[in-house]
C-alpha cells in the first residue's frame, strides 16, 4: 500500500494535482463530482491513501471513508432534493479507477434505475444456499482471525 501513486488519476485529484469539483475534502479523504454522472450530483468519494479496493483499506480509515459517505448520502437528498441515494463500491470489476471509491447517487422515482444493474437469480436449492452461507462464514471466521 502506498501513501500516494503519482499514475493513479484519483490520488492526483486528492493531491490537487488534477482539477476536480471537489465536494469535501479533509484529511483522509476526498469526495468529488464523477465527470460521467448517472444523475447530476453523483460522487465519487476516495480515501486519500491509495489502495485498490475495500479488503486493502485499513480499519481506522473505515469511519472515515464511510461516515462521509453517509453525510453524503443525507447531503444529497437534502441538498438536490432527491427522494433517496444508491451508495456503492465496486473491487476490481468494473473499477474504471484502480484506487478505492464509493459512488454516491442522487436518486428519485422513476428516474430509470430499476434496482441492480445486473440480471438477479436465484440459488437451485436451499442446500446450495445453505453450502454458500457456510463457506462464506468460513471465510469470514479465517479472516478475521487473521488465517
Same mark, same amino acid.
Given at each position: 500500500?502506498?501513501?500516494?501513486?503519482?499514475?493513479?488519476?484519483?490520488?492526483?485529484?486528492?493531491?490537487?494535482?488534477?482539477?476536480?469539483?471537489?465536494?469535501?475534502?479533509?484529511?483522509?479523504?476526498?469526495?468529488?463530482?464523477?465527470?460521467?454522472?448517472?444523475?447530476?450530483?453523483?460522487?465519487?468519494? @476516495?480515501?486519500? !491513501? =491509495? +489502495?485498490?479496493?475495500? /479488503?486493502?483499506?485499513?480499519? #481506522?480509515? &473505515?469511519?472515515?471513508? *464511510?461516515?462521509?459517505?453517509?453525510?453524503?448520502?443525507?447531503?444529497?437528498?437534502?441538498?438536490?432534493?432527491?427522494?433517496?441515494?444508491?451508495?456503492?463500491?465496486?473491487?476490481?470489476?468494473?473499477?474504471? @479507477?484502480?484506487? !478505492? =471509491? +464509493?459512488?454516491?447517487? /442522487?436518486?428519485?422515482?422513476? #428516474?430509470? &434505475?430499476?434496482?441492480? *444493474?445486473?440480471?438477479?437469480?436465484?440459488?437451485?436449492?436451499?442446500?446450495?444456499?445453505?453450502?454458500?452461507?457456510?463457506?462464506?462464514?468460513?471465510?469470514?471466521?479465517?479472516?478475521?482471525?487473521?488465517?
Amino acid at each position: 500500500m502506498e501513501h500516494m501513486s503519482s499514475a493513479c488519476l484519483f490520488c492526483r485529484i486528492a493531491a490537487g494535482e488534477t482539477p476536480a469539483s471537489v465536494v469535501y475534502q479533509d484529511a483522509q479523504v476526498v469526495a468529488f463530482l464523477d465527470h460521467r454522472p448517472l444523475f447530476p450530483g453523483h460522487v465519487l468519494l @476516495v480515501p486519500r !491513501l =491509495h +489502495v485498490v479496493t475495500l /479488503p486493502d483499506l485499513p480499519a #481506522d480509515q &473505515l469511519v472515515p471513508l *464511510f461516515g462521509t459517505a453517509q453525510a453524503l448520502a443525507r447531503a444529497v437528498e437534502t441538498g438536490l432534493g432527491a427522494g433517496g441515494s444508491f451508495v456503492a463500491v465496486n473491487n476490481r470489476i468494473s473499477q474504471s @479507477v484502480l484506487h !478505492l =471509491h +464509493v459512488h454516491v447517487v /442522487p436518486r428519485s422515482s422513476k #428516474d430509470g &434505475l430499476r434496482g441492480f *444493474f445486473w440480471p438477479r437469480t436465484r440459488y437451485a436449492s436451499e442446500e446450495e444456499m445453505e453450502r454458500t452461507r457456510a463457506v462464506l462464514a468460513e471465510a469470514l471466521g479465517r479472516s478475521r482471525e487473521g488465517r
